[in-house]
């Protein structure tokens, strides 16, 4: 029972955020039949168009062997919070939501999938860990999402450019990049943009910049939630920055969106871009001149550490206002039962979460993840997908010691997304890069957004630490 | 009769309104229904935010040039069209078609217009021998350069209204009253600026108060062209407010912004209509 207050503040809210997401993005008509046996999802349009084309069959099929009619609805990714906000403050609309990376913020209005991850822990194995530290809140101990998958994040080279310069394998440390960027520009002055690392208010920027603070031994906090960015680590990475934009970057990396290193990598204006291979599957299947260049490296070693972020990590949340909780969780237990499909699917973009979901079938359970992680490798050194040649992709089978979740080194929280979505750390990457402030007033800038936005989650009992915050 | 207006206004306008000025005095969060009242917290803390303070300078530049292009330039269409010519028809729809062009797709073919790789712009300028060697222009990452694209982009879709509403204000103007000013020894100059623009007066108001409240209150360029880079230096308010507010989680903090300029728009609303109302009775 609400009172009139609640309902009039409940109503209120969902007309003021429910306006400004729609006008965000595309439509989404949810049929308002709530009949039991209906189960309806948000998904991404995936990077590899192809994996769209494995689930929604795959889904619909799901449902029709349990007696569940299942919708998919799919919105580009920049839509899928604006879309979230508008369900929750309606308290309606689709079942089961997918999020990128941190659904965190939205835990509150999440069922807790405890129960769900047991099972598979006990039916496959431990999941990956940057995938527990991406959906679970270790200081509501709630497991608000569920990750089927994560996705790696490499460095791409234009591997004929390298070799003129006498790096055929590409960089391997931050500093090769600063070392190689002029001998790009001599080696191929064609190139635009000798190194493609953006530094704009997009996703990939986001992921890139935090590679850059973490290898130099900064982070936004540590592992206990309290806030660290200000700090020598973080302040050398920002002189790093400063250097490699002043001798291999330009201002389009300060512009760029989500697509936007993919194409010029693609174009061959860039020589050494940092994605996932959805860029390369691209040149692939529209058989691009770049292709026969186009290899990958891991991530680079900076001074302190060598670690990527993931490139997307997939968080699905059940709402507490589905009618079709049960139907919910058992779906999304056998979207990890389908692993292995679902890697295919997407032509090896997305990697499980529980390796041990890719095992061979009949494997005990504690050599379950081992099993897993082979026939993970034996993908990645034989690309089914044409990969000339086929072990093209064989780093990739290596890159789970060398990935790390947003939120690193803790545990993905709420402040963490919204430091993620406001775009507080490539602003202040951006603008010790361009000079636009020097790289101590742009950190002491971010330090104090980023405080600001830890004590609003700590008021809100969602984010522990502050005794330590720098 | 007037119900439907009424419940309208009421439902559509007023009361989000009046909750988005509510929800400004809360801690609200997207991911939460629960919120208490903060005061003026979160007031103080968007006017010490830097990026508030250069949105709000940009809409504010955003707004007046934008305007100031969209008035001369409206002017000159409205006059043109106002000539018989051959072709006449083709023009008006070329003219009116920006309008009618949903600002998503238009803005996808200027964001490749502007690509700061790939810029059609660029290409041109360097087969004509303008951008020599090593140069380019950064539109979309450049700060003044992205601020000009985006005046641009709005100017071009918001031409088209002003245009038809200045060519209605000019057609209604009697014959009879140029030839009047022109037997008096008016020339051109003098029979535009001492005529026909006091006469046109209350429909330039209405254009103008419109277009600045549209163009305060307009997000969806910079959103869909810049994203308010680079580094948060193209935002103007609505989109800095859609950032904080919906992206960013912080309800309370982004309705803070978005009505940061409300008694502002409504001291100018009051104004413009006044001084319209002035020049019909006079």
Request: aromatic letters at 20%; charged letters at 5%; zero cysteines.
């Given at each position: 029972m609400q009172t009139r207050r609640q309902f009039i503040l409940k109503g209120g809210k969902l007309v003021a955020v429910g306006a400004a997401a729609a006008a965000a993005g595309p439509t989404i008509l949810v049929r308002d039949a709530r009949a039991a046996g209906q189960l309806k999802i948000l998904q991404w349009a995936h990077f590899v168009p192809a994996y769209d084309k494995w689930f929604d069959p795959w889904a619909k099929e799901w449902g029709s062997k349990h007696g569940v009619e299942v919708t998919v609805d799919h919105v580009g990714f920049a839509d899928v919070v604006p879309r979230a906000t508008a369900e929750v403050a309606a308290q309606a609309g689709h079942d089961i939501h997918m999020f990128l990376g941190l659904a965190s913020a939205f835990e509150e209005h999440v069922i807790d999938l405890g129960d769900v991850v047991g099972n598979l822990e006990k039916k496959y194995g431990k999941q990956v860990e940057l995938a527990h530290r991406s959906t679970y809140n270790p200081f509501t101990k709630k497991q608000f999402a569920l990750s089927d998958m994560w996705v790696p994040d490499p460095g791409n080279f234009h591997k004929g450019v390298w070799a003129k310069i006498g790096m055929p394998n590409g960089p391997v440390t931050y500093d090769d990049l600063v070392k190689a960027a002029p001998e790009i520009k001599k080696a191929a002055p064609q190139m635009q943009i000798p190194i493609g690392i953006g530094l704009s208010q997009d996703i990939d920027s986001n992921m890139a910049v935090r590679n850059i603070l973490w290898c130099h031994g900064g982070s936004i906090q540590d592992k206990d939630s309290n806030v660290v960015l200000n700090s020598p680590e973080t302040l050398a990475a920002l002189e790093y920055t400063k250097k490699l934009y002043s001798v291999g970057m330009t201002q389009a990396v300060l512009s760029w969106n989500a697509a936007s290193n993919n194409q010029a990598f693609n174009a061959q204006e860039t020589a050494y871009i940092l994605n996932s291979i959805s860029a390369y599957r691209t040149a692939q299947d529209n058989k691009l001149p770049v292709l026969d260049n186009y290899f990958f490296t891991p991530a680079l070693k900076g001074p302190k550490a060598q670690l990527a972020s993931e490139h997307v990590m997939s968080g699905y949340v059940v709402w507490k206002f589905s009618k079709n909780q049960d139907a919910a969780k058992e779906f999304l237990t056998a979207l990890v039962d389908a692993s292995r499909d679902s890697m295919l699917g997407s032509k090896l973009y997305n990697f499980p979460?529980?390796?041990?979901?890719?095992?061979?079938?009949?494997?005990p359970l504690a050599k379950k993840p081992e099993s897993g992680a082979a026939w993970i490798t034996a993908q990645c050194n034989k690309d089914p997908f044409g990969s000339s040649p086929p072990d093209k992709l064989a780093l990739l089978a290596k890159s789970l010691p060398w990935s790390t979740n947003?939120?690193?080194?803790g545990f993905a929280n709420p402040a963490e997304g919204e430091i993620f979505d406001t775009y507080v750390l490539t602003d202040m990457f951006a603008k010790a890069a361009t000079g636009a402030l020097s790289p101590k007033d742009a950190m002491a800038e971010a330090s104090t957004r980023a405080k600001q936005i830890f004590d609003k989650w700590r008021q809100k009992k969602m984010v522990g630490g502050g005794g330590k915050d720098k | 009769m007037l119900t439907p207006a009424v419940l309208y206004i009421t439902l559509l306008v007023a009361l989000p309104f009046l909750l988005a000025l509510f929800l400004s005095l809360t801690n609200s969060s997207a991911g939460s229904l629960q919120f208490s009242y903060v005061g003026f917290r979160n007031f103080q803390s968007v006017l010490a935010n830097p990026v508030f303070q250069r949105s709000l300078r940009n809409t504010f530049i955003f707004t007046f040039v934008s305007q100031l292009a969209v008035m001369v330039l409206g002017n000159i269409l409205a006059r043109a069209l106002m000539k018989s010519f051959r072709g006449k028809s083709i023009a008006r729809f070329l003219i009116l078609m920006p309008w009618a062009a949903p600002i998503s797709l238009a803005t996808l073919g200027w964001l490749w217009i502007f690509d700061s790789t790939f810029s059609v712009i660029n290409w041109v300028l360097k087969v004509v021998g303008w951008l020599g060697p090593g140069s380019w222009y950064y539109w979309l990452g450049d700060a003044t350069l992205g601020m000009a694209a985006i005046i641009t982009i709005h100017v071009w879709r918001m031409l088209p209204f002003s245009t038809v509403i200045l060519l209605a204000g000019l057609t209604a103007i009697p014959n009879e009253v140029r030839e009047a000013a022109a037997i008096d020894g008016a020339g051109t100059l003098a029979r535009i600026f001492r005529v026909e623009i006091p006469m046109m007066r209350p429909i330039l108001t209405v254009a103008v108060l419109f277009g600045v409240v549209f163009t305060f209150t307009d997000m969806s360029v910079v959103y869909l062209l810049t994203r308010g880079g680079p580094f948060n230096s193209t935002h103007v308010l609505a989109s800095l407010a859609f950032q904080e507010g919906v992206l960013g989680g912080d309800v309370g903090r982004g309705a803070a912004v978005a009505i940061f300029l409300v008694p502002l728009l409504v001291v100018l609303a009051v104004v413009m209509l006044r001084s319209a109302r002035t020049a019909e009775v006079g």
């Open positions: 979460s529980f390796f041990g979901a890719a095992a061979e079938p009949g494997t947003l939120g690193y080194p | -």
